[in-house]
């Protein structure tokens, strides 16, 4: 299930590696998300984020909250009502995330920064309740310039068939300095592969994409641009902070997103994302539109 959260991670994971005095940001998420068709209709998510540290360790807390209403005029395949994931008694899928990270950098090796976290889910979802995502990322780094690294992403779900991911994407950033403004852009890839793919109705266990990503500072704004293709299945993004645990095989996404300073500390915020998905519940084609608005507060 999608929650968001801004390009300002990349910019408070700047401010860590560059101020040896402590810093800190928290900021607040809501999110509207809007399904076309499947299983699924829509609903609210608000997200609590924070984050502190300083030249070389850093630590972060996520809390997400997510109610998807479910349509009343589906039907589940077999395979999905074994597991109680059907229609019947079921009107709102309710999902708590709770995520935690720590990141050390020039402290185990010369520029470079290690990430260490883990992401557990509550959720309706009996295919995914209780379900525990342990996540890393090595990264080298040279200051200002470019940045190079590999996240790697295991996620267990034991409550119905013990379904097992895992998940590998290399990932690349570099720094463009201009008279106008500065541009961050990258790419990265993702491998996904799961031990049971005939039990959630996908017809292979390996799943391969490419994403690609553009962000632009100037002053107090900041603008960016991400787009994906591929497939995707129980995915990791965002740092750890983002988990796809929901059926559905996705396909291609985008995503639109801005923010403005506007006092010194205070930050306001905007994302639009779209994706494009197979529901394996129903095998219905279905988009996915979220918009997000964030408040967040730097010190």
Do not use: C
């Not at 709770?98 to 009996?126: A, M």
Request: aromatic share 18%; hydrophobic share 35%; charged share 15%.
């Amino acid at each position: 299930m999608r929650k968001f959260l801004s390009a300002v991670l990349i910019l408070m994971a700047t401010a860590a590696l560059t101020n040896n005095a402590r810093a800190g940001y928290s900021a607040i998420y809501g999110t509207y998300i809007d399904y076309s068709g499947g299983s699924k209709i829509g609903g609210p998510s608000l997200t609590g984020y924070y984050s502190t540290g300083n030249l070389t360790r850093t630590y972060s807390f996520g809390l997400s909250l997510t109610s998807i209403e479910y349509s009343d005029n589906y039907t589940s395949s077999a395979t999905f009502k074994r597991y109680g994931i059907s229609n019947a008694g079921i009107n709102f899928l309710n999902q708590l995330d709770v995520t935690v990270e720590g990141s050390v950098t020039n402290e185990l090796l010369k520029n470079h920064t290690f990430t260490f976290g883990l992401h557990y889910i509550v959720t309706d979802d009996n295919l995914t309740n209780n379900g525990i995502v342990f996540y890393f990322d090595g990264t080298y780094f040279k200051p200002y310039n470019w940045n190079s690294g590999i996240e790697v992403a295991v996620s267990y779900y034991p409550e119905t068939i013990n379904l097992q991911v895992a998940q590998l994407s290399p990932h690349f950033g570099k720094y463009y300095y201009t008279s106008f403004g500065t541009f961050y852009g990258g790419a990265k890839f993702y491998y996904i592969t799961l031990n049971k793919p005939d039990e959630i109705g996908v017809d292979d266990k390996n799943f391969y994409s490419i994403e690609t990503f553009l962000h632009f500072y100037r002053g107090k704004a900041d603008l960016g641009f991400s787009a994906w293709e591929g497939e995707q299945v129980f995915a990791v993004k965002n740092g750890g902070f983002v988990v796809y645990n929901l059926a559905e095989e996705y396909k291609r996404g985008m995503s639109i997103e801005g923010g403005y300073y506007f006092t010194k500390n205070y930050r306001l915020g905007a994302t639009v994302s779209v994706n494009k998905f197979e529901d394996l519940e129903t095998g219905d084609d279905v988009t996915q539109t979220a918009v997000t608005i964030s408040l967040g507060y730097k010190w």
